[in-house]
């Protein structure tokens, strides 16, 4: 099945940074990755996703890199704000197979 | 904004008891899904409903954990007996596109606590 680990487990940066998360995976058919944010004691939110069409998106201050030969993407915010401090999570699939998550990231905003 | 309901947010229980968790998911979503949060890491599924029809439920403890959709709308996952391992958050989520195809939609989560 697929496998995906993700990178940094946490993360500082100082108000108005730019913070970068990043994500391998290991099945070479996967073909959808979203990117959830979770705060805390709160629900995990799609904030954007990819699919394997595509090599960028963007939205706003956030957006999602990725490379299929290599097998990874990567989560980047730009001009980061105290709300960006969260528990991001990447995954992966394809096709109808189950979601794969990453082991998240926690983000701290330092003001 | 529509949101998928979970009861109860919080559950203590000690082991070898039996604990139930239900959800209710966003009206319309065909899609309906069991995941456990352990602290620290990322959400892993436990069973996958398409309307009332289980699609994947390999990583699903089955000699302990239950899951039912019966009118394919709202969902009950039962644990019995509950084991110190299984603390965790038990999040549901839903979609509206046909499975694993679209965006999740995640409760509020039940955190449950075995002493």
């Known amino acids: 099945g697929e496998n995906v680990e993700q990178h940094p487990s946490t993360l500082s940066v100082q108000e108005g940074d730019s913070a970068v998360i990043k994500c391998t995976y290991s099945?070479?058919?996967?073909?959808?990755f979203p990117w959830y944010k979770q705060e805390l004691g709160k629900r995990p939110q799609l904030i954007i996703d990819?699919?394997?069409?595509?090599g960028e998106k963007k939205d706003q201050r956030i957006a999602v890199t990725l490379n299929k030969t290599a097998k990874h993407f990567s989560l980047h915010i730009t001009e980061t704000q105290p709300e960006d401090s969260a528990v991001y999570f990447c995954?992966?699939?394809?096709?109808?197979?189950?979601?794969?998550f990453g082991t998240g990231t926690r983000l701290t905003i330092i003001p | 904004e529509a949101e998928v309901a979970q009861s109860p947010r919080y559950k203590i229980t000690e082991k070898s008891q039996a604990v139930a968790f239900w959800c209710d998911p966003i009206?319309?979503?065909?899609?309906l899904y069991w995941y456990r949060q352990i602290l620290g890491q990322g959400p892993e599924l436990l069973v996958q409903?398409?309307?009332?029809?289980?699609?994947?439920d390999s990583q699903l403890p089955k000699d302990r954990f239950s899951a039912e959709r019966l009118k394919g709308v709202d969902s009950t996952l039962k644990i019995q007996p509950a084991e110190l391992g299984d603390s965790a958050m038990y999040l549901c989520?839903?979609?509206?596109?046909?499975?694993?195809?679209?965006?999740?939609?995640f409760g509020e989560g039940s955190r449950l606590t075995v002493l």
């Open positions: 989520a839903s979609s509206r596109l046909a499975a694993n195809t679209g965006e999740l939609f």
């Open positions: 099945d070479s058919a996967s073909n959808y």
């Open positions: 990819i699919r394997s069409n595509v």
């Open positions: 995954a992966a699939h394809r096709g109808n197979e189950k979601l794969t």
């Open positions: 009206s319309g979503h065909a899609t």
């Open positions: 409903f398409q309307d009332e029809s289980v699609v994947d």
